[in-house]
């Protein structure tokens, strides 16, 4: 972790002058309905110095863990600030020889919740220089099992060695437009012609990859079957982590007449992240044909550059620590991405 004595120095710093402060309270024999507002004060403090594990918990989906560490946390504080106070007002007791509880004030509201502001501050300027954090889950949701960092039995997958053919793509099974879930094994696919072909270049004004037209000949799109990508830098993949699925959660290629650019599937408002909210387009997304797409993760042809179309793939939602743009990945063409794929089956 980057700066690491530098950061355990200002962590220090910053306890000990919550503690002081608290303890000053007691020796000053505030009331002890101050305790409250310190325990929002501490709490604050503590919540801004992992401000980079909240934002990639949001990132991951599991934002739901530190929603409920909150009321905790305040216990804690709660109960520190109260021992600190009393030791605090014991020794002011014991000192003094008399004991004289302040009547309750609005400083007693203003100060300590203005102390855990800069404290807060002081968090946020440890987080930024620290890096990113040794772990994204609260410690009790590890405990419990509830961080989901190891690879759970249910999850265990077996990845065909066998190339993906362009006969053992789609599923044998049909599936209604738009209606994952509603599978049929009666009925004829429908699959493009030539001129079908023809009229598709025409509107998107794209030349397709000679593999993707066979794909179309086979079946107008829709389920694919079992299809994966190995996750970089995995080289024997057991789990359902160890690889991507590039044709989403829903499974499909999408049809002919939903080809559309990525400057358009991204403008769709149910495709919007609300978590994201801003517009993650950018002018190569004019250049990019959308062959299928879970909410704001896309898999395209990329024609930004000269030459066949590059195949790209990624969350166009997700963002790291630091907030960049998750990574696209990327193969040089569609023969290439094609080779990549893997059938695979729950073990």
């Known amino acids: 972790m980057a700066n690491t004595a530098r950061v355990s120095r200002l962590r220090i710093v910053l306890g000990l002058g919550l503690v002081v402060f608290a303890l000053a309270t007691g020796l000053m024999q505030r009331s002890p309905w101050i305790l409250p507002f310190l325990a929002a004060g501490f709490t604050a403090a503590f919540q801004f110095g992992q401000l980079r594990t909240w934002r ?33 007002f014991g020794l002011s007791a014991l000192f003094q020889g008399d004991v004289n509880v302040a009547a309750f004030a609005p400083g007693d509201a203003i100060w300590p919740l203005a102390a855990g502001a800069l404290g807060a501050l002081l968090g ?74 023809t009229r598709l270049e025409a509107r998107l004004g794209r030349a397709l990859p000679d593999l993707l037209i ?50 358009d599937a991204l403008a769709a408002p149910q495709n919007i992240d609300w978590e994201v909210g801003v517009d993650v387009r950018g002018p190569d997304d004019r250049a990019r044909i959308v062959l299928a797409q879970w ?29 960049k743009p998750e990574p696209i990945l990327w193969w040089k063409d569609f023969d290439a991405f094609f080779a990549a794929l893997r059938h695979y089956e729950p073990a």
């Open 214 to 263: 066979a794909l179309y000949h086979q079946r107008d799109g829709g389920l694919v079957n079992g299809l994966c990508t190995l996750r970089p830098g995995v080289t024997a993949p057991d789990h359902i982590d160890d690889v991507l699925l590039p044709f989403g959660i829903d499974s499909q290629l999408n049809a002919s007449a939903a080809l559309e650019t990525a400057w």
């Open 295 to 323: 909410n704001l993760e896309l898999l395209f042809l990329d024609y930004t550059r000269p030459g066949p179309p590059r195949v790209g793939y990624g969350d166009f939602g997700r963002f790291d620590v630091d907030g």
């Open 124 to 197: 946020l300027y440890i987080d930024r220089i620290e890096g990113k954090p040794s772990s994204y889950f609260p410690l009790w949701a590890s405990e419990l099992g509830l961080d989901q960092d190891e690879p759970q039995e249910e999850g265990r997958i077996i990845v065909s060695g066998e190339p993906v053919r362009v006969e053992t793509f789609f599923a044998d099974v049909l599936v209604e437009a738009g209606y994952p879930g509603r599978e049929t094994r009666t009925g004829t696919p429908v699959c493009l012609g030539d001129d079908d072909i």
């Open 56 to 88: 990639h918990a949001r990132e991951t989906g599991k934002l739901g863990l530190y929603w409920l560490q909150l009321p905790a946390d305040f216990g804690v504080q709660l109960l520190l600030c109260s021992a600190v106070y009393l030791i605090g």
